[in-house]
């Protein structure tokens, strides 16, 4: 069974801080890894994607990923209010897989 | 706009009287599946399709029916509900090569009494 763990948090950060966001999985072959964001009662919206080791930067937005520690990460930068959501750590498991496996997600805070 | 559209938005109904809940994707994707979401559970796969006439078993298919007679949609079907299946329903589709993003429908949230 291929398992995706985030912190449910709540993770609260002041504005204007930087939010890291954590994620581990279990299948060493996965190969593509996402972050969703999640505003209550609303569906996921892409905001990352990462494939290769290493730190992507999109505007306030670092992933990083390590896969030999088999470990998945969102660096917020400058954090808004509207921040506050709940991110979801997803992976697909293998080249040419459509599946993805969703984390619970953790619940960020962002406190003006 | 490239858009997954999802009906209806919120439906209650009671224990064991059929239901339909519609998925229709604009983007030509091959790719569509659908997600129960239950607090504390997260994002849960129900079933999926990677072309028309092609679906299979995510992680909790039990209770639930799928089609894919067309490329663009893929209703998800409750055939007798029951309270257990009470949650936030997410219809979702992707291109074909898996590495890219998932497009979510609004999500229907479905009560059964």
């Known amino acids: 069974q291929k398992e995706v763990e985030q912190n449910s948090g709540p993770l609260s950060v002041p504005e204007g801080a930087i939010a890291s966001l954590n994620c581990t999985y279990s299948?060493?072959?996965?190969?593509?890894f996402f972050w969703y964001r999640q505003y209550s009662g609303k569906s996921p919206e892409l905001i990352m994607f990462i494939y290769s080791n290493g730190d992507k930067e999109d505007g306030r937005f670092t992933a990083q990923l390590n896969k030999a520690s088999q470990y998945v990460s969102l660096l917020i930068r400058d954090s808004q209010p509207s921040d506050s959501a709940t991110y979801l750590c997803?992976?697909?498991?293998?080249?040419?897989?459509?599946?993805?496996?969703f984390g619970k997600g953790t619940k960020l805070s962002v406190i003006p | 706009e490239a858009q997954v559209t999802q009906n209806p938005r919120y439906l209650i109904t009671v224990t064991g009287k059929k239901l339909t809940v519609t998925c229709s994707q604009n983007m030509n994707h091959e790719y569509m599946s659908w997600y129960r979401q239950d607090p504390g559970l997260g994002l849960r796969q129900i079933y999926y399709s990677m072309n028309v006439e092609v679906t299979d078993k995510g992680d909790v298919p039990e209770g639930y029916k799928v089609s894919r007679k067309e490329k663009r949609n893929f209703p998800l079907i409750l055939e007798s509900p029951s309270p257990n299946q009470t949650s936030l329903y997410f219809c979702?589709?992707?291109?074909?090569?898996?590495?890219?993003?998932?497009?979510f429908g609004s999500g229907t949230q479905l009560s059964v009494l």
């Open positions: 299948d060493r072959g996965s190969q593509s």
């Open positions: 979702a589709s992707s291109s074909r090569t898996g590495r890219e993003k998932l497009f």
């Open positions: 997803a992976v697909n498991a293998e080249a040419g897989s459509y599946q993805l496996t």
